[in-house]
């Protein structure tokens, strides 16, 4: 497996990252929102679903630099306009993801 997250990871998993309009995620990346601790139980119960690929994908991006995480993100909003990935991709939000990585480091 790749040690590095590509947008063939992210299109795989395309329909996750469009559970919220891209305006409210917007909202709560604004607002720096612990997403992660407001979905414990759900993100905890898919968790024990995982199986070794998506766990392994997991960690890559668990351990991956934001920057690069962001880079992938904007290469996604590039090749498909789905616009949570703009979002995502936005320097200005970098904390948000930081801090939700953080949230779900605790949790596994």
Do not use: C, W
Not at 16 to 34: D, G, Q, V
């Amino acid at each position: 497996m790749d040690e590095k997250i590509t947008y063939e990871d992210v299109k795989e998993y395309e329909n996750l990252f469009m559970l919220a309009p891209s305006f409210l995620l917007e909202r709560f990346a604004r607002k720096n929102t612990n997403l992660v601790s407001k979905f414990k139980s759900q993100i905890q119960s898919h968790l024990n679903n995982l199986d070794d690929v998506q766990r392994a994908k997991l960690n890559v991006i668990l351990n991956s630099d934001v920057d690069e995480l962001q880079a992938v993100m904007e290469e996604a909003y590039k090749k498909s306009g789905v616009k949570q990935y703009r979002v995502l991709a936005n320097p200005k939000y970098k904390g948000f993801i930081e801090n939700n990585l953080n949230e779900l480091k605790k949790i596994i």
